[in-house]
């Protein structure tokens, strides 16, 4: 199976999640401004909700995607506020013609003092968990 991660990270809850997307599928975490090289069977897809909505910058690197190119998309986020931090993302996927994986992994975000350390060690672990099942 060849996989890819990519992620947007405002405040560095995405980046945490994709390195913990990197420990299960071998592969190096890169932000959604660089493109995918070459086909991949599954991309690790991932960025928070700032303000209510995905980063344009993400919505950009999506609209580069082709299902030639990724054979499941498979998305992971984190919000502070909103419950469903990758629907946006899933989206913007199914206009494009792009299979997402139907499962997500979603957690809190901390943003100030709510959700203080957010995504913790619980959250990676689950995270990992969820990565497993998957490439397995």
Not at 34 to 55: K, R
């Amino acid at each position: 199976m060849k996989a890819a991660i990519r992620y947007y990270s405002k405040f560095g809850h995405s980046k945490q999640m994709a390195q913990a997307i990197a420990e299960i599928v071998r592969q190096n975490p890169l932000t959604v401004e660089s493109p995918l090289a070459e086909q991949v069977d599954v991309l690790f897809l991932g960025a928070g909700i700032f303000l209510g909505s995905v980063n344009k910058s993400v919505i950009l690197f999506i609209n580069t995607l082709t299902p030639d190119k990724v054979g499941c998309v498979v998305l992971f986020g984190s919000s502070a506020l909103i419950s469903e931090p990758t629907k946006g993302m899933r989206e913007a996927l199914v206009k494009r013609g792009v299979k997402v994986y139907d499962k997500v992994f979603e957690c809190k975000g901390a943003m100030g003092p709510l959700n203080s350390g957010h995504p913790d060690k619980h959250d990676l672990e689950a995270l990992r968990a969820f990565v497993s099942e998957i490439v397995k």
